[in-house]
């Protein structure tokens, strides 16, 4: 019996009781259960004839006690072990800091993960959240001073297997829910999670876990074909607008940025989809690549506006009876918009609410509108290209009627205003889509291809079916063959040599 009355199988008795509580309760009992368990237990180490050093064991619970005095000689760090779960405390640098005394009881619990379960761990993302370890605790008793000289470490064992390609979390209890505050991961493997805590309180393990977007194999498989495949053409493309001699009337500049900027945006977004249960777990790079997709994303939006606005310049000169050449934006200017622009828009994004950056998907978060710092420019951006389009669809309508002898300047800008409306339209609706598109597979497949195939149809437009382009490719493809043609006849004139000397060692070669 103990100095106030509580023997141990009273207490082990109590503590079983406990442990067959409702736990359909509200949270705050549950809280008072768990205090219960932990102040029954201190009354074994209160006291003159107190337990020092013991361990037992209940139904739901493992308690360990462990304590320093001061003719005690202890080096290094104490370690008290449970099933499942051992903690490594400097327990000799606290009773430095009490006189030389110092106590610890250390309880495990195999009924507390049900009590206190993971949906008590409330975070800014909405992930799927799973217990991984046995639920613990550790009290310092009979100090005054409770700061702890060193962390806590605390080695869990995982009680499912570590299959869940997730974030693992480092927990303690305060009162109504499990934070994280003061406690991370300091290792991990497939077995066990080792957490470092600065303070004792309550602890678990807790995984978040979250379902990809494209969930459906068949689609990923789908989605990366043609996602490959357009990116042969965007680069395909990106090389004839940066190789080819172009007409001087038409500044390419903006095209080539456009094909750039998806160039890059298709890969990365690929990659981070996945990759995704390696990077969402580090909030930090999951952050970043939302970010730099945000920027190249927008880019893509504002090039392609640019695009429409020197085209809707082009055709102003249309009407002109002199028109000046070569008066237009400075290419200076246009780099600056077209990276300006949605550089600005990300850095005010990010200043304003940072934590809108790495959702489930590390794209943009869809709460409190921050979604909108993308949807918001790209649906201006598409109806002022509209208007704009319908502008010069006008323009070039009037000035064709006007002008019977249409030459091949309006005749040209005609036709590349046609395939700007299209450029247009096939960059545009993919994103409409996605408003809806876990409306069902079928939007979803369609999204898919559509947005997939953007480097396939600018090649297709602004390659394939432009007269220069086609001409420049049968110059290359000439040039290529007649490179052929002398590296072969180089190479047959080198041997004549060879059978002259085999004709002086009495090789006889039969004339012609």
């Given at each position: 019996m103990t100095s106030d009355g509580l023997p141990v199988k009273t207490v082990t008795l109590l503590l079983d009781r406990l442990?067959?509580?409702?736990?359909?309760?509200?949270?705050?009992?549950?809280?008072s259960v768990l205090d219960s368990m932990k102040k029954l237990v201190s009354q074994l180490v209160t006291g003159p004839l107190a337990w020092r050093n013991a361990n037992f064991?209940?139904?739901?619970?493992e308690v360990q006690i462990l304590s320093v005095e001061p003719n005690d000689d202890l080096k290094g760090p104490s370690v008290l072990r449970t099933s499942g779960v051992s903690m490594d405390i400097n327990l000799l640098g606290v009773a430095r800091n009490n006189d030389g005394m110092a106590t610890v009881v250390f309880m495990a619990y195999s009924h507390m993960m049900n009590v206190l379960d993971a949906s008590f761990f409330r975070t800014r993302r909405n992930t799927t959240k799973t217990m991984m370890s046995r639920v613990v605790s550790a009290t310092l008793l009979g100090t005054v001073n409770t700061t702890l000289p060193s962390p806590v470490q605390f080695t869990f064992e995982h009680i499912t297997a570590s299959e869940h390609r997730g974030k693992p979390s480092c927990v303690y209890w305060?009162?109504?829910?499990?934070?994280?505050d003061g406690c991370h991961v300091s290792e991990i493997n497939p077995t066990h999670t080792v957490c470092s805590c600065d303070h004792l309180s309550t602890f678990a393990l807790i995984m978040q876990t979250v379902d990809t977007f494209l969930s459906d194999p068949i689609l990923d498989i789908l989605n990366t074909i043609l996602v490959l495949i357009g990116l042969v053409f965007l680069t395909l493309a990106v090389m004839t607008f940066a190789l080819c001699r172009w007409n001087p009337r038409v500044s390419n500049v903006?095209?080539?940025?456009?094909?750039?900027c998806l160039l890059l945006a298709h890969p990365l977004f690929l990659l981070t989809q996945s990759f995704l249960h390696l990077i969402w777990p580090h909030e930090v790079l999951c952050k970043l690549l939302a970010g730099v997709l945000h920027f190249l994303f927008l880019c893509c939006f504002v090039?392609?506006?640019i695009e429409a606005?020197?085209?809707?310049?082009s055709v102003r000169k249309l009407k002109q009876v002199k028109p000046s050449e070569g008066v237009g934006p400075h290419c200076a200017a246009l780099y600056l918009i077209g990276y300006g622009v949605p550089l600005f828009i990300v850095a005010v994004s990010a200043g304003v609410m940072p934590e809108g950056y790495g959702s489930l998907q590390c794209w943009l978060s869809t709460?409190?509108?921050f979604i909108w710092s993308f949807l918001g420019p790209v649906a201006f951006i598409l109806t002022g290209n509209i208007v704009l389009f319908f502008i010069i669809l006008l323009t070039l309508f009037f000035t064709l009627r006007g002008a019977q002898s249409a030459g091949s300047k309006v005749k040209y800008t005609r036709i590349l205003a046609i395939k700007l409306l299209f450029q247009f339209f096939f960059l545009g609706c993919p994103w409409v889509l996605g408003f809806f598109v876990r409306s069902g597979p079928a939007v979803e497949v369609l999204f898919v291809m559509l947005n997939s195939q953007q480097g396939t149809f600018i090649f297709l437009v602004h390659c394939a079916l432009n007269n220069e382009v086609r001409l420049q490719y049968r110059s290359w493809l000439q040039g290529f063959l007649r490179h052929r043609e002398s590296s072969a006849f180089t190479s047959s004139t080198t041997v004549s040599p060879t059978s002259k000397d085999g004709q002086a060692s009495g090789v006889q070669d039969t004339p012609i």
């Amino acid at each position: 019996m103990t100095s106030d009355g509580l023997p141990v199988k009273t207490v082990t008795l109590l503590l079983d009781r406990l442990a067959d509580d409702d736990h359909s309760r509200p949270v705050l009992h549950r809280n008072s259960v768990l205090d219960s368990m932990k102040k029954l237990v201190s009354q074994l180490v209160t006291g003159p004839l107190a337990w020092r050093n013991a361990n037992f064991t209940s139904n739901p619970t493992e308690v360990q006690i462990l304590s320093v005095e001061p003719n005690d000689d202890l080096k290094g760090p104490s370690v008290l072990r449970t099933s499942g779960v051992s903690m490594d405390i400097n327990l000799l640098g606290v009773a430095r800091n009490n006189d030389g005394m110092a106590t610890v009881v250390f309880m495990a619990y195999s009924h507390m993960m049900n009590v206190l379960d993971a949906s008590f761990f409330r975070t800014r993302r909405n992930t799927t959240k799973t217990m991984m370890s046995r639920v613990v605790s550790a009290t310092l008793l009979g100090t005054v001073n409770t700061t702890l000289p060193s962390p806590v470490q605390f080695t869990f064992e995982h009680i499912t297997a570590s299959e869940h390609r997730g974030k693992p979390s480092c927990v303690y209890w305060n009162v109504s829910a499990w934070i994280e505050d003061g406690c991370h991961v300091s290792e991990i493997n497939p077995t066990h999670t080792v957490c470092s805590c600065d303070h004792l309180s309550t602890f678990a393990l807790i995984m978040q876990t979250v379902d990809t977007f494209l969930s459906d194999p068949i689609l990923d498989i789908l989605n990366t074909i043609l996602v490959l495949i357009g990116l042969v053409f965007l680069t395909l493309a990106v090389m004839t607008f940066a190789l080819c001699r172009w007409n001087p009337r038409v500044s390419n500049v903006s095209r080539l940025n456009l094909c750039v900027c998806l160039l890059l945006a298709h890969p990365l977004f690929l990659l981070t989809q996945s990759f995704l249960h390696l990077i969402w777990p580090h909030e930090v790079l999951c952050k970043l690549l939302a970010g730099v997709l945000h920027f190249l994303f927008l880019c893509c939006f504002v090039w392609m506006s640019i695009e429409a606005v020197l085209l809707f310049l082009s055709v102003r000169k249309l009407k002109q009876v002199k028109p000046s050449e070569g008066v237009g934006p400075h290419c200076a200017a246009l780099y600056l918009i077209g990276y300006g622009v949605p550089l600005f828009i990300v850095a005010v994004s990010a200043g304003v609410m940072p934590e809108g950056y790495g959702s489930l998907q590390c794209w943009l978060s869809t709460k409190a509108g921050f979604i909108w710092s993308f949807l918001g420019p790209v649906a201006f951006i598409l109806t002022g290209n509209i208007v704009l389009f319908f502008i010069i669809l006008l323009t070039l309508f009037f000035t064709l009627r006007g002008a019977q002898s249409a030459g091949s300047k309006v005749k040209y800008t005609r036709i590349l205003a046609i395939k700007l409306l299209f450029q247009f339209f096939f960059l545009g609706c993919p994103w409409v889509l996605g408003f809806f598109v876990r409306s069902g597979p079928a939007v979803e497949v369609l999204f898919v291809m559509l947005n997939s195939q953007q480097g396939t149809f600018i090649f297709l437009v602004h390659c394939a079916l432009n007269n220069e382009v086609r001409l420049q490719y049968r110059s290359w493809l000439q040039g290529f063959l007649r490179h052929r043609e002398s590296s072969a006849f180089t190479s047959s004139t080198t041997v004549s040599p060879t059978s002259k000397d085999g004709q002086a060692s009495g090789v006889q070669d039969t004339p012609i």
